[in-house]
C-alpha cells in the first residue's frame, strides 16, 4: 500500500511538471501540412503561451535539403491592470522582453520561443500601484514563411516540446526519486513475503 501512495505522489509530482502547449500550426501528430508545387511562402500562424516556458519548434521539411525561414512574431501585445485607490487602471502595450532564437539547417530549421508568465490576481486584495493582471501575446498573424530549394510539392511536420527550467529539472528528478522508492519498496516486500513462505 505504501509503495502505491508512493507511485501517485510521484505521478502527481510528473504531472505538476508538465507545461501548458505551445501552440503552432502543422503540427507533426496531425501529419503536418501537405503543400502544393507553386506555394513558397505558405506559413500558418504561431501563438507563444504567456506561461513563461521555453518551447522548442522543430519545423521538419520533407525535402531535406531544402531550407525554412520562420518569421519573427509581428504582433507582440502588453495588456495589464493596475490597482488605484478608486479600482483599476488598464494598461496597454508596455515593452517587455520575449525569446525567438532561430537555427536554419538545410530539411530543418529550429526555433526557442517563451514569452514571460501571465498572471491575473485581481481577484485578491493588494497594493494600491500594484500590476495585478499581465496578459502577453507573443504571435505570428499572417506572416508567411519563407522557403528556399523547394522542388514541387512537399510536407511541413512542425514538432514541439517543452525545455524544463532548472526548477522544473529538479522536480522532475524528485518525480523519478519517488518512482525509483516505490519500486524498490514493492520488490523489497515481495522478498519478505517470499521468505516467510520458505
Known amino acids: 500500500m505504501k509503495g502505491l501512495s508512493l507511485s501517485a505522489a510521484a505521478a502527481a ?5 508538465a507545461p501548458a502547449y505551445s501552440q503552432v500550426g502543422c503540427a507533426a501528430e496531425d501529419g503536418g501540412c501537405d503543400i502544393p508545387e507553386g506555394i513558397t511562402d505558405y506559413g500558418p500562424d504561431y501563438t507563444v503561451p504567456d506561461d513563461g516556458m521555453t518551447y ?3 519545423f521538419v521539411l520533407s525535402q531535406p535539403e531544402a531550407l525554412i525561414f ?3 512574431p509581428n504582433q507582440v501585445e502588453f495588456f495589464g491592470r493596475k490597482r488605484t485607490a478608486t479600482g483599476f ?4 502595450g508596455m515593452p517587455f522582453a520575449y525569446r525567438f532564437d532561430e537555427m536554419v539547417r538545410p530539411g530543418v530549421t ?3 520561443v517563451r514569452a514571460p508568465k501571465g498572471q491575473d490576481t485581481c481577484a485578491q486584495p ?9 496578459y502577453y501575446r507573443v504571435w505570428s ?8 530549394g523547394i522542388q514541387g510539392g512537399f510536407n511541413l511536420k512542425v514538432f514541439v516540446e517543452a525545455v524544463p527550467e532548472p526548477a522544473t529539472w529538479a522536480l522532475m528528478l524528485g518525480g523519478f526519486g519517488l518512482v525509483g522508492a516505490a519500486a524498490r519498496n514493492r520488490r523489497s516486500g515481495w522478498k519478505r513475503a517470499a521468505n516467510a513462505r520458505a
Open 141 to 148: 498573424n499572417g506572416a508567411s514563411y519563407d522557403y528556399e
Open 13 to 17: 509530482v510528473l504531472l505538476a511538471a
Open 70 to 72: 520562420v518569421p519573427s
Open 110 to 112: 529550429t526555433v526557442f
Open 89 to 92: 487602471e488598464d494598461l496597454y
Open 126 to 134: 493588494g497594493p494600491i500601484g500594484e500590476i495585478c493582471l499581465r
Open 56 to 58: 522548442k519548434w522543430s
